[in-house]
């Protein structure tokens, strides 16, 4: 570990441009960063447009994706972004837009996306439980499969999402408004 920390995460003898190796960089102190500080939001509110660029950079790349648990993001945009696999265990997204964001597969425990955008998002396989989705836009969004407990979907807009094998009910929405939904029991 110490050699990776005193050539940034960089192999010595390497021939990445310097956009490559910042982002290793970058992906190296994250994940070290992450693992000794568990459960603290790490990303100050004046520094997350920065932390959302490396992300979307780092999307270029064939890396695991990063660890984003507890994290607090502020009126960010995530629309269009990959974060299927990433742990959003204890993540808020206050004020931020994810439209056509891809969270298949992710861990989504006790999230906070009340009142945001997730217009056209993916959220195919996830293990969604005590996530609060109230006051959201989540217009055709599709949850096909996932594993859903004790959501809270009050006050959601979920014209035209798919709810396919997630076992929900249509009770499970109220007040909502589930207009042309899919899969609700």
Same mark, same amino acid.
């Given at each position: 570990?110490?050699?990776?920390? %005193?050539?940034?995460?960089? &192999?010595?003898?390497?021939?990445?441009?310097?956009?490559? %190796?910042?982002?290793?960089? *970058?992906?190296?102190?994250?994940?070290? @960063?992450?693992?000794?500080? =568990?459960? =603290?939001?790490?990303?100050?509110?004046?520094?997350?447009?920065?932390?959302?660029?490396?992300?979307?950079?780092? $999307? +270029?790349?064939?890396?695991?994706?990063?660890?984003?648990?507890? $994290?607090?993001?502020?009126?960010?945009?995530?629309?269009?972004?990959?974060?299927?696999?990433?742990?959003?265990? !204890?993540?808020? /997204?206050?004020?931020?837009?994810?439209?056509?964001?891809?969270?298949?597969?992710?861990? #989504? #425990?006790?999230?906070? *996306? !009340? !009142?945001? %955008?997730?217009?056209?998002?993916?959220?195919?396989?996830?293990?969604?439980?005590?996530?609060? /989705?109230?006051? +959201? +836009?989540?217009?055709?969004?599709?949850?096909?499969?996932?594993?859903?407990?004790? &959501?809270? *979907?009050?006050?959601? %807009?979920?014209?035209?999402?798919?709810?396919? =094998?997630? !076992?929900?009910?249509?009770?499970?929405?109220? &007040?909502?408004?589930?207009?042309?939904?899919?899969? @609700?029991?």
């Amino acid at each position: 570990m110490y050699e990776l920390l %005193s050539y940034d995460f960089i &192999p010595y003898e390497s021939e990445f441009s310097s956009i490559d %190796s910042s982002l290793f960089t *970058f992906f190296g102190y994250w994940n070290l @960063l992450q693992a000794l500080n =568990k459960e =603290k939001n790490l990303i100050e509110s004046n520094c997350d447009k920065l932390f959302i660029y490396y992300l979307r950079m780092l $999307q +270029t790349h064939d890396l695991p994706l990063l660890d984003l648990s507890f $994290q607090i993001f502020e009126n960010t945009n995530f629309s269009n972004m990959n974060l299927s696999k990433v742990d959003l265990t !204890g993540t808020v /997204f206050t004020g931020s837009t994810c439209d056509n964001v891809d969270f298949s597969y992710a861990k #989504i #425990i006790q999230t906070n *996306f !009340g !009142g945001i %955008s997730m217009r056209r998002s993916i959220f195919n396989n996830a293990t969604i439980i005590d996530a609060n /989705f109230s006051n +959201t +836009t989540i217009y055709e969004a599709s949850f096909r499969e996932a594993k859903i407990h004790n &959501p809270n *979907f009050k006050y959601a %807009s979920c014209n035209g999402a798919n709810f396919s =094998k997630t !076992g929900l009910k249509k009770e499970d929405f109220y &007040p909502s408004d589930i207009e042309n939904t899919i899969g @609700l029991e």
